[in-house]
């Protein structure tokens, strides 16, 4: 699902850098290895260390943990994971939020693990002024791009909607509109082309009545 994540799951990056480790640690007793959760709380003191969410890190390890990841692989994706957030951290930066929040950093994660490049990043949060949370035009074009739109086919669809003023349920749409049209048959390029003619065609970019259903799935996590 896109989402933007509850405020009250970013509040541990606002921990004392001290206290990450114990949080975490307690977080994890029970649902992963010892092993794991030694390792885990010491990726995340160094991600807090650096201003950069922890949940995702916790919630990667309690999935790969449920799925049965021998915990030397799940111990890379982890350190994986953090890395992909110092990338997209920078990236973001890089784009003029000097102080972005977790949200929007692990959006950009979602972005660069689907696919786009970190100018592809760039790009989608200059153009996400308000009302247009970056967090939420970074997820849709991680979303498409798992889908199989090629990246910059994405990110270009994205930044089109956004300065053409669609709103934000159109906007949410447009992952929904490109899977219905691979499930008729259509490559995920087409299905995007598809949608640029019908943007450029002045046609709706939400389906009568998709407004009023639930945000569509993303089949991506970082």
């Not at 896109?2 to 029970?30: E, K, Y």
């Amino acid at each position: 699902m896109i989402r933007l994540r509850p405020v009250g799951l970013a509040l541990l990056v606002m921990l004392p850098v001290s206290l990450v480790a114990q949080d975490v640690t307690a977080r994890l007793a029970g649902r992963v290895s010892p092993e794991v959760r030694q390792a885990v709380a010491k990726i995340a003191s160094d991600a807090a260390t650096r201003g950069l969410p922890v949940d995702p890190l916790v919630e990667k390890a309690i999935e790969g943990a449920a799925k049965g990841v021998p915990a030397d692989r799940l111990i890379a994706a982890v350190r994986a994971l953090e890395g992909r957030l110092g990338d997209a951290s920078a990236a973001v930066r890089d784009a003029g939020l000097t102080a972005p929040d977790g949200d929007v950093v692990e959006g950009a994660a979602d972005a660069l693990n689907a696919g786009l490049s970190a100018s592809d990043v760039r790009d989608l949060v200059r153009v996400s002024h308000s009302p247009y949370d970056p967090a939420l035009t970074l997820r849709v074009a991680a979303t498409m791009a798992a889908l199989g739109v090629p990246a910059t086919q994405a990110t270009e669809l994205v930044e089109d909607a956004i300065r053409a003023g669609r709103s934000t349920a159109e906007l949410m749409a447009l992952p929904s509109q490109v899977q219905a049209d691979i499930g008729r048959g259509a490559t995920p390029e087409q299905a995007a082309q598809g949608l640029a003619r019908a943007a450029a065609a002045g046609r709706p970019a939400v389906p009568p009545g998709l407004e009023k259903k639930g945000k569509p799935a993303n089949p991506h996590r970082p």
